[in-house]
């Protein structure tokens, strides 16, 4: 990287030197994935997304990966909220503050469970409240319901003072964009992270006529290529709409600097990698700050402010 070139970010005062890192649910599950994740080249780590106690998650084979991204039904394994909890509490008190806590409840009552331990807690990172799981059997994702997401904020802030981010799904009516934005709009919110995976898509092995993954009888999340034009709208259109308050984390069909360039123009101040980090594992972080280094050098921009949002219309 050029001596000039300057990566650097900032959430709610969090700095992070790089402004790329893994996506919620990719190589984060246990401690030992998390710690390669920091002794990376990445910006930092998200946890997977934790629920108050651990769950082995849905029945395999739950994750295929494709030639254009992945289709996943994890079902939210993990090891519970405790154990990340302390290992972000661990890590801040090393002075290790790159980090963002991801909880996922099963009910509203789980995560204000959650959020209320976090505030009672010695913990003042990120957290991202994830609202958008869609594979979980029997639950909706709560991102779709825009009065529970108005309940639910309001219920979070008359307790939390902390730095709450939100992992929304996709998308895909401009109408959308706006009612949410209005009520996002009224919180303190650090971020909203766009875009979880693209929920119950169906992939079919035309070889065997059949489905590829277990859970949900073939149904699953997409991610990788097939979802980068559904993250770049997402993270523009909140941009447009959004607070400037309030940051946006681009997620969604990153797996070259060039797509870390394009969600940064679409408004991003952080991206993250789900399915390519799986698929290359944590040496993708070099490889892609790389490519962003030398895109950026020969655009002549030393800073991510310099190309920020800046998506030229016609
Ligand atoms: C195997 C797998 C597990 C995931 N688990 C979570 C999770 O626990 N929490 C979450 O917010 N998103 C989860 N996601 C979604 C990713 O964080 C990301 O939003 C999505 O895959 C789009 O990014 P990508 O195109 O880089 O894969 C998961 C994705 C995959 C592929």
Same mark, same amino acid.
């Given at each position: 990287m050029s001596p000039k070139l300057n990566l650097q970010t900032t959430i709610a005062g969090i700095d992070f030197r790089n402004p790329i890192l893994n996506a919620a649910g #990719?190589?984060? +599950?246990?401690t030992a994935e998390l710690d390669t994740l920091l002794t990376s080249s990445a910006g930092g780590a998200v946890t997977k997304s934790a629920t108050v106690k651990s769950r082995l998650g849905? !029945?395999?084979?739950r994750l295929k990966s494709l030639p254009l991204g992945s289709i996943n039904s994890m079902g939210l394994p993990n090891y519970g909220f405790q154990y990340y909890l302390d290992y972000v509490t661990k890590q801040q008190a090393t002075d290790q503050h790159n980090l963002i806590l991801s909880i996922a409840g099963l009910s509203v009552a789980d995560n204000l469970t959650m959020l209320r331990q976090i505030q009672s807690s010695d913990y003042t990172g990120l957290v991202e409240l994830n609202l958008?799981?869609? =594979?979980? !059997?029997?639950?909706? +994702? #709560?991102?779709?319901d825009f009065a529970a997401v108005a309940d639910l904020l309001a219920t979070i802030f008359t307790f939390f003072d902390g730095k709450l981010g939100l992992k929304l799904p996709p998308y895909f009516d401009l109408h959308q964009f706006d009612e949410l934005s209005a009520i996002l709009n009224q919180y303190p919110l650090a971020y909203i992270n !766009?875009? =979880?995976?693209?929920?119950?898509g169906l992939i079919v092995d035309p070889l065997t006529e059949?489905? #590829?993954? &277990?859970? &949900?009888?073939?149904f699953g999340g997409i991610g990788g290529n097939y979802v980068k034009p559904t993250a770049l709208a997402n993270v523009r259109a909140f941009r447009l709409r959004l607070n400037p308050t309030i940051k946006i984390i681009g997620t969604g069909g990153i797996s070259s600097g060039q797509d870390v360039f394009e969600h940064i123009l679409c408004g991003a101040d952080l991206v993250q990698i789900g399915t390519a980090l799986g698929t290359e594992g944590p040496a993708i972080f070099e490889r892609v700050t790389n490519e962003l280094s030398d895109l950026m050098a020969a655009k002549g921009y +030393?800073?991510? !402010?310099?190309?920020?949002?800046k998506l030229k219309t016609l």
């Open positions: #990719v190589w984060c +599950q246990s849905n !029945a395999t084979p958008s799981c869609p =594979n979980v !059997a029997g639950k909706s +994702q #709560v991102g779709y !766009a875009i =979880n995976s693209i929920g119950n059949s489905v #590829v993954i &277990k859970p &949900k009888g073939g +030393q800073n991510l !402010a310099d190309f920020r949002g």
